[in-house]
């Protein structure tokens, strides 16, 4: 019998033995000789293997019906050696292409019929290569029963699932048939895992078929995410099962199904709200975490003088060339011990493709993560991550501690990144204290987070493989986003901050920036722990942090406390030539306090004329990010103000943006805070440095740093502007006038300038300036229109800011905006109203301050002022935006005020109904509460109208439903809402005449009586005096004031109303 053996190499990518040096033609004329077979079928069968051998060189194209009934006759005489010859010619032929198929899907079917019965490697070789020569649209076709194939050997196996491969992936849409087929295939290739059907394949097989047999179950995944979904306890056994293959010696091991941890998927599930646990002051189990301080370097070097010097432990590892070391940590076997060359190369051969397996593995798991929705994962937390148990679980981060190949240790690193973003809510409820008596999930969650930075600092402590560090590195960047801090013991970040802080200066670019990544995440932590704050070195008169345990001061401050020898430390470690440089910026700027060695490597790089970019971008992201916790910050503004100016003067445009931002955000923190004595020159000088490098960046740029230049301009703040000369406020202004005003300008570089231009219309020095209103006015009505939702509603907001200043500063003025750009502003205002949301929250509360400046003065166009109106009572009753609602009613209550606004029965008509509907119905608290403030507005009874009564029941009915919450969302708004229902109730009874009062007896005696009387005592004696006065006054006053003019039936019903919200004084 002569064929291929399995592991040569061939086109087909199966490894065959080298054939025999006879001829294989050759061969089949013998065997075609000998065979016992009809002369007249021999001879027609040499006459074929004359015709298709010949010596010229030119493709002869073959009828697929006389290889069909050649391979039929052949198969029926029972000479099996003699068809695996024709199958080994055949596709010899083929792949030298010597010869053309005419219908080969017709010998592609009589292959799949002979490989259903008993399949062989030489019929599947052949069906391969046919495979690949048939037109992709094709090979749907062969879907159905190909998927339905089987092969008993190893060898035909691998060339099957090949097989199964290449027409999976021609499929484009799956129809529901061919998705059915899909999932029987994926249903079979489990089974053949699970029942170990493979296990008995010899060990160079082994992994050639596990591998390709996962890739397909991959492809298979990410095309049908709902059988990934049905079988994801099976898929899951798979991968924990083959992330151990080759490890330590396992390669005959079968997987198991792993069912999901049913508390890990309950509280997968909760979405929105995520439980959290009570804060306890007492640790878990009475033991007290021991806080280990950081060992200064020059402590350790003045206690080994006398010691000779040698390499740190992992040079000295592979100098000795330590076996252990290098099978961890190395790809190849150049650390391991010398052997003979040949048993070397087949031992690095089999772990090459042992690692090939591991990989498929953890590609398997990536195409889970893609397809699967996260809590449908976070039930194998478990299994993927490390469960803080001494058990030592094949998790992610151990793979990518200890696998030997560093593929599989960045690609698990990798996959153990994408499964932690977006974790943020699961993790949320991790937390270190617990009952003593048994572990709840949350501690079992904060062990498990213990856990992983556990792994992922011994990975930093020992890796030397850049892109292995990189992957490290970035997936605890993503696990320190998604961390509580705040809820666990202190004590964990040290142990990572030590190895980050000296990655941070490592000479390869792409670890350096990673490294800067996971203390970008760190700073810009929300809750800032005492730990981070001094990790990141927050002086401690910035923290204004408050220690919840008395017992946990004494270890915070040994945790914290920096010494000189920190700085000893980093100047020893820097070379000569950077000793004897000393950067121009260094000599006049103050000393950066000493356990600042974050701010300080971030300035050093800025400030380095050879920083790779990808660097210097990271460090202007931590800038960035530090300015959330101003505090880190303040009082190094000079500079800051050099390394963003320069940065702006870069040659980069990546890095003029990142720096643009980076002053954008800084600017806007130190805008908030008021400065301190020492600081008020450095405020005024960080923008009179930065304003030339403004105003040179923006010339050239493009849209994007020119957007980002304007949002920079105008955080400023009140207390540098009102500070500049009056040459350099004019000369701001100008600048964002004429970048506004630009018509051959980006539309959103119009917008930013715009929004700038309307912060500093509420300045103080501004607001009453008639002209630079008037200017930023035209600016607004020539870009509202903009055709991009994005300038709409920058230019809505500047209206709303320009309406602001009108009604608040130009009315104690004697001079007045035109009527002519009045009306056009309202014009533009109602026009609005009806555009996208968020350009109608603005419009709304524009209009509102418009109209309320044209009560002031004649009225000449009462038909337009009705039919601005009638625009803000439309947003009340029509607009879904909640938003929308709550400034539309602030607006209409400031109109309320004056009695123009309800002389119209019409727009009262519409106004009140409305607000009745949203103080009941309504979901949004805030929304309740700004429509009962409009009616806190109304001064007279007339204006009511017949509407009394309905309000009246309206605010009942919104006091009792208050107490509802349909989401918890609202809780912190509820007081508020309550306050102000019972502020209108009382506001009511003030205005209620003799008439009213047997309608709003009826209204009290329904059936929410005792809640209305129970909500309004805790209202009435929660707020301060002030304010809960008429709540106290209005029972006794609607008696004076109606005593002597009602009749029985309305002194009844007074009695009632009154003794009912009668209070205690």
Known sequence: MVYFGVFGKSRNGIKYATLMKMDLRQKLVEAESRAEQREEQRQAHLQLIRELHHQLGIQVGVAVERLQQLIVEVRASGHLDLLRLWLLWLNELVLARRIILVRSHLLVNELMAEGQQEPSAEAFNLLLTLLKTTPQEKLAEFWPRLSAAQAEHIDAALLLLECQELVLESLVEESKEESGYSWNLGNSLIHLHFEGYWLTAKEEQMPLLLARSLQLLQKLVTRQPDFATQRLPEVMGLVQCYLQYGAEGESQIKPQKIPPAQQSVAYGQEKDESEQPPIQHSRSCGRKNKVRKMRSLAKQRNQEVSKPPEANSRDRVLLMGNQNYGCLTGDSAENCLPSDSDQQT???????????VRISALHLLGALTNQL???SLYGYWHVLFPNGDSGDSRHLLLIGLKDSNSRCRALALQLGSQLLYGSKVFLSQACSRGPSNFTPFAVSLGNSVFAAYRALSAILEREYTPPVLTQCLKCLAVL???????????GFVYEFVGHVKKLTKSADPQVAVSALLVMEMLVGTAKLTPEIASSVGLAPSHRNIQLEQANEVQEYQELCDSDAE???????????AQKNYVSPVHAVSPSIPRNSWLLRQVLRYLEGPGTPTTVRLESFQVLQAMATHIGLLRGHQARLARVISAGLCDSASDVKLFAARCLDSVGYQLGRLFPEPYERELQISFWLTLLPAIYGAYNNAGFSLKCALCDALSNMGAFSFERLSDGQRTALLAFLSGCASDDHEEGLVRGAALRAMAVYVLQPSLKTDLGFLDNAAELTLRIIGD?????RIKAAWALGNISDALVTGIPNSTERISAELLGRLIQAAMKSCGDNDKVRANAVRALGNLLQFLQLQPLENGDQMQLAMSKLLDCVRSSGNAKVKWNACHAIGNLVKHRTFLANSHLAGILFPALSQLVVQHTNFKVRTNAAGVLLQVVHREDLGSHFSLVWRSLLEGLERSNALDS?????HRDALQQQLCLAISHLLTLAMSSDLPAMRESLEEDRLEQVRATWRRVAYRIVPEQSAPLFTC?????????????TQQRCAMFFITSTLRLDP
């Open 566 to 576: 920190m700085e000893l430390e980093e100047e020893e470690e820097e070379g000569p």
């Open 480 to 490: 320190v986003q998604a961390t509580p801090f705040d809820q666990l013991e202190m």
């Open 346 to 356: 087949e031992a690095r051969h089999l772990r090459q493709q042992q690692a090939r």
């Open 373 to 375: 929705p996260r809590r």
């Open 787 to 791: 055709s991009q939702l994005v300038v």
């Open 968 to 972: 918890f969302e609202e809780y912190n």
């Open 1035 to 1047: 029972s006794p006053l609607l008696e004076q004031r109606l005593q002597a003019e009602v009749t």
